[in-house]
């Protein structure tokens, strides 16, 4: 991107945010609350514990990038929630093996990796809409995950949970600046520059993005479709299950029995993938931007009396309003090269 395109991209993101904005005023107005002092708390609640603002955005900067670099080869990559639940029983039966963090979490980023493998090579290989594989994948390991909690990892102090990660294998804090925080967001940080250099710099990455914008000239120099397709899906899936370990291992230190520390975080970060434009940076601050919508909302359901229902659907309006742009270029974009790949295969 050049300066004019980075020009561009911030004007639609500011226009973007302001009608967003302007429609929750219209709306807490409807509904009879002071707009100023609602959208205010909103955009600001957040920030007064830090460590957990950013810890919350790191899970779904994580699910952000498990969509956005499978998006960039025109894979729709929707299996961040059973790639979180698998990456977090998995690091969960490492660390009681292994007692190590690191060894824990690279588990669980594998085992989301192969789940993304799995999807990916259906769709290449056998022609199985990934969507589809990755919806059903998404609940088998999500009642996969509650069945080894209730019944081989379960609590007897507290059998609504699983048994506690070993102290020796729970990821601690780091202290930057004078501010104590866990080391989720650092991790999440560096995973999101080296994805960065990865789509960029890298051959991989360079086939992904050819792969993705023209698979005629893909095809013509030479690059595998089929298996760039599902590289590009593996490594969605790998940061998936990196983000499903990292709340395990790195912040919870358990699962509890009906997963509510990840459920809907994959889901999330799509819409976070969105904002951000599917471009790595970008979605550092697209995630930490929607976790401040989700943490101010619920404090302005304290100070304002206001319902939960109504939080969820203004943080849902500036979110819609953020992605919608980018979400219909992307489409047009899926769509145009879903046609040209069938009238390919015809071809062919």
């Given at each position: 991107?050049?300066?004019?395109?980075?020009?561009?991209?911030?004007?639609?993101?500011?226009?973007?945010?302001?009608?967003?904005?302007?429609?929750?005023a219209i709306?807490?107005?409807?509904?009879?609350?002071?707009?100023?002092?609602?959208?205010?708390?909103?955009?600001?609640?957040?920030?007064?514990?830090?460590?957990?603002?950013?810890?919350?955005?790191?899970?779904?900067?994580?699910?952000?990038l498990?969509?956005?670099?499978?998006?960039?080869?025109?894979?729709?990559?929707?299996?961040?929630e059973?790639?979180?639940?698998?990456?977090?029983?998995?690091?969960?039966?490492?660390?009681?093996i292994?007692?190590?963090?690191?060894?824990?979490?690279?588990?669980?980023?594998?085992?989301?990796?192969?789940?993304g493998?799995?999807?990916?090579?259906?769709?290449?290989?056998?022609?199985?809409?990934?969507?589809?594989?990755?919806?059903?994948?998404?609940?088998?390991?999500?009642?996969?995950?509650?069945?080894?909690?209730?019944?081989?990892?379960?609590?007897?102090?507290?059998?609504?949970?699983s048994?506690?990660?070993?102290?020796?294998?729970?990821?601690?804090?780091?202290?930057?600046?004078?501010?104590?925080?866990?080391?989720?967001?650092?991790?999440?940080?560096?995973?999101s520059?080296?994805?960065y250099?990865?789509?960029?710099?890298?051959?991989?990455?360079?086939?992904?993005?050819?792969?993705?914008?023209?698979?005629?000239?893909?095809?013509?120099?030479?690059?595998n479709?089929?298996?760039?397709?599902?590289?590009?899906?593996?490594?969605?899936?790998?940061?998936?299950?990196?983000?499903?370990?990292?709340?395990?291992?790195?912040?919870?230190?358990?699962?509890?029995?009906?997963?509510?520390?990840?459920?809907?975080?994959?889901?999330?970060?799509?819409?976070?993938?969105?904002?951000?434009?599917?471009?790595?940076i970008?979605?550092?601050?697209?995630?930490?931007?929607?976790?401040?919508?989700?943490?101010?909302?619920?404090?302005?359901?304290?100070?304002?009396?206001?319902?939960?229902e109504?939080?969820?659907?203004?943080?849902?309006?500036?979110?819609?309003?953020?992605?919608?742009?980018?979400?219909?270029?992307?489409?047009?974009?899926?769509?145009?090269?879903?046609?040209?790949?069938?009238?390919?295969?015809?071809?062919?």
């Amino acid at each position: 991107m050049n300066l004019e395109d980075y020009a561009q991209v911030s004007l639609e993101i500011t226009g973007s945010i302001l009608a967003g904005l302007l429609v929750a005023a219209i709306i807490l107005i409807a509904t009879g609350y002071n707009p100023w002092k609602g959208l205010y708390i909103m955009l600001t609640g957040g920030l007064g514990d830090l460590d957990y603002l950013l810890s919350r955005a790191s899970f779904v900067l994580l699910t952000g990038l498990a969509f956005a670099l499978p998006m960039l080869a025109s894979a729709f990559n929707i299996g961040g929630e059973g790639q979180m639940y698998v990456g977090g029983i998995v690091a969960l039966i490492a660390s009681l093996i292994t007692k190590n963090p690191w060894i824990a979490i690279t588990a669980g980023a594998i085992a989301g990796a192969a789940l993304g493998f799995i999807t990916g090579a259906l769709r290449a290989y056998r022609e199985v809409n990934e969507v589809i594989t990755a919806i059903m994948l998404n609940w088998i390991f999500y009642y996969i995950s509650i069945f080894f909690i209730t019944s081989y990892l379960y609590n007897p102090q507290a059998p609504y949970r699983s048994v506690s990660v070993p102290k020796g294998a729970q990821l601690g804090f780091i202290e930057i600046a004078g501010i104590k925080m866990h080391l989720i967001f650092p991790l999440a940080l560096l995973t999101s520059f080296i994805t960065y250099f990865l789509i960029f710099h890298t051959r991989i990455g360079y086939r992904i993005r050819v792969a993705g914008l023209s698979p005629d000239s893909a095809r013509y120099s030479g690059i595998n479709a089929k298996m760039t397709f599902t590289n590009s899906m593996t490594l969605g899936g790998l940061f998936g299950g990196l983000s499903g370990a990292l709340n395990v291992i790195a912040f919870t230190y358990y699962m509890d029995q009906l997963l509510t520390s990840m459920v809907g975080m994959g889901f999330d970060g799509i819409g976070v993938a969105l904002m951000g434009r599917d471009h790595p940076i970008g979605i550092i601050f697209s995630a930490i931007f929607f976790s401040m919508l989700l943490l101010g909302g619920q404090k302005m359901q304290i100070a304002m009396n206001v319902p939960k229902e109504l939080t969820d659907a203004l943080s849902g309006v500036i979110i819609i309003s953020l992605a919608m742009p980018y979400a219909y270029k992307m489409l047009m974009s899926y769509l145009k090269i879903r046609r040209m790949m069938k009238v390919a295969g015809r071809s062919s």
